[in-house]
């Protein structure tokens, strides 16, 4: 179990690998209330963070080998959400306004830096995305124009969601699916 707590010092509010049978903590990784968000793998390996700045820009910096190295910064008017690592481990989901007026699903490749668009709704932001847990594929996604609005992204599912998706503007909400990732 990974957790964000505050343990050492009041400003301290470190990564810690929690044991569930002993219950025996460890650091793995501090922060001085800077991290907004930390960034894991699906092993729980510690991939990195989105840092605020004293500029009030967001930097997406990532940890190799204990050393922690700046990917990218965002300025005060853009905003970016890590969603998860890609399915190859490569790159990282985002959703970012970088560029454009509403939120968007990106790609944000680790190595390069770029960022290639994945779905936009040009009349509101992406709001919600649901990957794997087990692989890091994109399932679905969801944002709200003006009636909520629901993207399928993985195509092998289309075919069920078709069955369940409503003709008229409505709201569907996935609550669980098996490991096979069936509805």
């Not at 343990?7 to 810690?16: E, F, I, P, T, V």
């Not at 009030?56 to 204990?66: A, P, S, Y």
């Not at 490569?90 to 306004?97: A, D, I």
């Not at 399928?152 to 078709?162: C, E, F, G, N, Y």
Request: glycine residues 8%; proline residues 4%.
């Amino acid at each position: 179990i990974l957790l964000r707590q505050n343990k050492s010092r009041q400003n301290d509010h470190g990564l810690y690998r929690i044991d569930s049978e002993s219950g025996d903590e460890t650091l793995i990784a501090e922060s001085d209330e800077d991290v907004v968000q930390w960034i894991t793998g699906r092993n729980g390996d510690l991939v990195g963070c989105i840092r605020a700045l004293k500029t009030n820009e967001l930097q997406l910096e990532r940890f190799d080998k204990g050393v922690w190295h700046i990917l990218q910064t965002w300025t005060p008017e853009e905003n970016v959400t890590s969603i998860g690592l890609t399915p190859d481990n490569t790159g990282l989901w985002l959703l970012s306004n970088r560029g454009r007026r509403t939120m968007a699903l990106v790609r944000f490749d680790l190595s390069t830096g770029k960022e290639a668009l994945v779905l936009q709704d040009a009349g509101a932001d992406i709001e919600e995305v649901l990957i794997s847990p087990e692989t890091g594929k994109l399932l679905f996604a969801w944002s709200n124009p003006d009636y909520p609005k629901f993207h399928v992204l993985d195509p092998s599912l289309k075919i069920h969601m078709d069955i369940l998706n409503p003709k008229t503007p409505a709201g569907i909400k996935i609550l669980g699916m098996d490991r096979s990732e069936q509805l």
